[in-house]
């Protein structure tokens, strides 16, 4: 990643509104105090020409009310759907924009460019839960006894995974953060449950890392990769398609109690029938997608928070029982994924003041609406006695509610109780620099860390 990384930290710290530009190389660094002036003088920000079609806008919105207006309102706001070409060849999807080229910009949709993914996606996301109704069935008969509420039955598991990880560096006092603990934590626990092969981690990340190519080096909100970038993302993931299908083969061969072999064998109860080899694909490759970095980025939020603050580690130590408020909190002034433009309007809309028309494009920046001081009472303050804790935007809400939070919630607080079991103080070493991915989510690149053992 370092060569591709080579232009960031190219933007300053914004000094007003004209010098806000989230999506430019660098700006990462600066988001924060970018919302300050998106908040104060533009909290309904025009982005010209980078709406559904090209004579329609996109619009970053940054409060909370909003933003939690749009969430809630499948029919009004939903994921975009991109004319090709001006006939009715649409698609639309989480991560869904242009399947035309814009110069030499292509759609981020994998999907749109490879026969074998499009029909897994396809099949997985549109026809599996096309509608509100089935998206709850797909949630709460596929992904929720997974990764949702029943996570709790890999509470040993990320146990044993976490103190595995610490085992390996408990006794140096000091560590390289990310690449020994947040980034192969959620590796760990994805791989067990979807039941691949731990030794095909390294392969595992390749395919995370083609998936979220364009949420980390796409361009502007529309997370557009270039035409190099594309075919790159193409052959890794026509790799990954293959290799679930043959893990897909062999649970059916050899099950095992994992999520592939599930829902290998799970009548999924809208269609009265089991899943096809493509439709599993195609959950696998939602789960990788959501599931890899996300964790790795909170948790690495929350470690600078503490190593910025040794009393409040200790009282976290002393009181276990507030790690799960500071979680929440963390979530909310440090959102790992800070904006996503997954809605469009369907008819002309007023926010703020500003016109929305129809068929423009809602960049909802979680990020910024979780520190909205008409919300959050001194919004930047990690404050563990918040009423409503959990509140906050970081997984989204309504019924596309993120699927996955109840699994990377236990891995935060087994995390964390692990971590403090063994390790009383963390703190950053001299060299220690901080600095983000670009693209849309807060991603720490690295963390050199000293600590001090019980
Ligand atoms: C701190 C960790 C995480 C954060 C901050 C996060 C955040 C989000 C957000 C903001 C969305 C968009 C929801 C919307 O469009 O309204 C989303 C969707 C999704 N997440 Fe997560 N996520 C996290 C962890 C996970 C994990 C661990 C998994 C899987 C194991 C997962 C799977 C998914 C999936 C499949 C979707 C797509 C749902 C859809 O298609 O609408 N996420 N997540």
């Not at 089991?274 to 990788?288: N, Q, S």
């Not at 423009?360 to 918040?386: Q, T, W």
Request: glycine fraction near 6%; hydrophobic fraction near 35%; charged fraction near 25%.
């Amino acid at each position: 990643m370092s060569e591709k990384n080579k232009d960031i930290n190219l933007a300053k710290c914004p000094r007003s509104l004209d010098e806000v530009d989230l999506f430019a190389p660098g700006a990462q660094e600066y988001w924060y105090e970018s919302y300050n002036f998106l908040h104060e003088e533009s909290p309904v920000h025009r982005i010209p020409g980078e709406g559904t079609s090209k004579d329609t806008d996109g619009f970053i919105l940054t409060k909370y009310d909003d933003i939690a207006l749009v969430v809630s309102n499948i029919l009004r706001f939903p994921p975009p759907v991109i004319e090709k070409g001006g006939n009715d060849d649409v698609v639309s999807g989480i991560d869904g924009f242009p399947s035309e080229k814009t110069n030499e910009l292509v759609s981020t949709r994998p999907f749109d460019r490879d026969p074998e993914l499009m029909n897994a996606m396809q099949t997985s996301i549109m026809s599996l839960r096309p509608n509100e109704e089935l998206w709850k069935a797909h949630k709460r008969q596929l992904t929720d006894p997974w990764v949702g509420p029943g996570a709790h039955r890999h509470t040993e598991m990320i146990t044993n995974a976490t103190n595995g990880l610490i085992d390996k560096w408990i006794d140096k006092g000091s560590v390289e953060f990310i690449s020994e603990f947040t980034r192969p934590l959620p590796q760990i626990v994805l791989a067990n449950v979807l039941g691949f092969p731990i030794e095909d981690i390294p392969k595992h990340k390749k395919w995370g890392d083609a998936m979220v190519m364009p949420f980390v080096y796409g361009q502007g909100h529309r997370n557009l990769l270039t035409a190099e970038q594309a075919e790159e993302q193409k052959q890794l993931l026509a790799e990954f398609s293959e290799y679930v299908r043959d893990q897909v083969a062999d649970k059916r061969e050899n099950p095992k109690e994992d999520m592939i072999t599930f829902l290998t064998d799970v009548v999924y109860e809208p269609f009265d029938r089991k899943l096809t080899d493509i439709e599993i694909i195609g959950v696998a490759y939602a789960m990788t997608i959501g599931g890899l970095e996300t964790t790795q980025y909170a948790l690495s939020e929350q470690t600078q928070i503490l190593a910025n603050n040794h009393s409040l580690y200790k009282e976290l130590q002393d009181d276990r029982e507030k790690i799960r408020a500071f979680i929440e909190e963390a979530l909310r002034v440090r959102a790992p994924t800070q904006g996503l433009s997954t809605r469009m309007t369907t008819q002309d809309e007023t926010f703020q003041g500003v016109k929305m028309p129809k068929g423009s494009i809602l960049h909802l920046r979680y990020g910024a609406a979780n520190i909205d001081a008409d919300v959050f009472e001194c919004p930047h303050e990690i404050d563990m006695n918040r009423k409503a804790l959990g509140r906050h935007l970081t997984f989204s809400q309504g019924h596309r509610t993120c699927p996955g939070n109840g699994i990377s919630r236990l891995e935060q607080l087994i995390a964390w109780n692990c971590l403090m079991d063994r390790i009383d103080k963390i703190e950053y070493t001299p060299e220690t620099e901080i600095k983000h991915q670009p693209g849309i989510m807060l991603g720490t690149l690295e963390l050199k860390l000293n600590f001090k053992v019980n």
